[in-house]
């Protein structure tokens, strides 16, 4: 047997959804959490896909995040608004800020929404796609438990808090830059250690803050930032406007969601919005934007490069081969998702493989 399997997506997405029902989730809010992790799967995100379902399951069932709390939305400004999202599901409390934040920037021109008492909330580049079919530039950011040094520090003090920009274009592919502020995702590290593989350098330290390749050694340590001190600086502001400002954890008190079980995450979330049609036409910004993107991929490119891409564009590539062909998923993967299948009493997930349909 291969060691991944391909599953067709809206089967996926169904599956998703029915787990996520078992355990007393709303209809409406179990489909958007099913859409949001098969979307990143789809657009070749998998650290941010179905893997995260069983950590999801895991944490409703045993109290520390509540999928039928209320979220409160209080205006502090015409342009601003407060939303707590009461340990609700981060991917709801994200969708809440999104939709006021898109209604603010729609009314005022620009945006910002801040959230408290949130959880993970999957990908930026979710909130990221939706904004950009309401021709509104959108800023997102979160912050995340602690897993990369300060410069200069040797342990974990700051998350790899991502950062999410989105602008819309016209025929040519929207920016949308979605990154953690880790030189690598730490999900990267975890399979190198499961396989035995050293790692390169400069992705990681070891638990005595000194450089490492070795991959468990960095699993017990940390991920160091992007870029040096410059991610660290931008995933420092980050926690500063997602956590301090908007009144939720921040470095240490944002709860790991891995390994505390006594605290909620109290994640914290930033959403900033720009509504095109205040600064020109939208459809005059598109073609600008298109212009610029036409240019900038009409650039002489470096031996071995085919083609240069738009932030965004090579998981859109992705995302249409996966829908063609399905989503492919390690066999450990798979394997956890029926175990939490059978233990919620519900079908299995279906893989698909060269067309034939096994359970
Ligand atoms: N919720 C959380 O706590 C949390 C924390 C960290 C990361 N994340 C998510 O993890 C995901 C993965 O982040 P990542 O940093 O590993 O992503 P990545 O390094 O794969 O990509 C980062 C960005 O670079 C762009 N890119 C990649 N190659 C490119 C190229 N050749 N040309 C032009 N652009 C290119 C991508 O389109 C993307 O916008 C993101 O969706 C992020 O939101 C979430």
Redesign the pocket.
């Known amino acids: 047997m291969s060691d991944f399997i391909r599953i067709d997506w809206l089967q996926l997405q169904d599956w998703c959804e029915q787990i996520l029902r078992l355990i007393k989730v709303p209809q409406d809010r179990a489909s958007l959490i099913a859409e949001s992790l098969v979307q990143?799967n789809l657009r070749g995100?998998d650290?941010?896909g179905v893997v995260r379902v069983p950590i999801y399951v895991k944490r409703i069932q045993k109290g520390m995040v509540d999928p039928r709390a209320e979220i409160a939305i209080e205006s502090i400004a015409p342009a601003a608004a407060r939303v707590d999202g009461n340990n609700t599901v981060?991917v709801v409390a994200g969708s809440a800020a999104l939709d006021e934040v898109l209604r603010l920037a729609k009314s005022c021109g620009t945006a910002v929404v801040g959230v408290k008492h949130s959880n993970?909330?999957?990908?930026?580049?979710y909130y990221a796609l939706k904004a950009i079919q309401r021709d509104v530039i959108l800023i997102v950011m979160?912050?995340?438990s602690q897993t990369m040094p300060p410069t200069g520090g040797i342990r974990p003090f700051i998350?790899?808090?991502?950062l999410?920009v989105a602008i819309p274009a016209g025929d040519q592919h929207p920016f949308?830059?979605?990154?953690?502020?880790?030189v690598?995702?730490r999900g990267k590290i975890i399979v190198a250690a499961e396989k035995g593989e050293p790692i390169p350098e400069g992705w990681a330290l070891d638990k005595f803050g000194r450089p490492t390749t070795d991959a468990a050694a960095a699993l017990e340590g940390s991920v160091l930032p992007?870029g040096g001190y410059k991610g660290y600086a931008i995933s420092l502001l980050i926690d500063m406007l997602a956590g301090v400002l908007t009144g939720a954890g921040f470095g240490r008190y944002v709860r790991n969601m891995y390994e505390d079980w006594l605290h909620p995450q109290n994640?914290g979330h930033l959403f900033l919005a720009i509504d095109i049609n205040r600064f020109m036409p939208a459809e005059e910004f598109k073609s600008r934007m298109d212009q610029y993107i036409r240019e900038l991929k009409a650039e002489p490119k470096a031996p071995g490069v085919d083609e240069?891409?738009?932030?965004?564009?090579?998981?859109s590539r992705i995302e249409e081969i996966n829908k063609k062909n399905g989503i492919q998923l390690p066999e450990r993967v798979l394997e956890e998702l029926n175990k939490l299948s059978r233990e919620l009493g519900a079908p299995s997930v279906l893989t698909r493989i060269s067309g034939k349909e096994m359970v």
């Open positions: 990143a995100v650290s941010h981060g993970h909330f999957g990908t930026g580049a979160s912050n995340a998350g790899t808090n991502p999410t949308i830059l979605d990154m953690a502020t880790s690598v995702a992007f994640v240069i891409f738009i932030p965004g564009e090579i998981e």
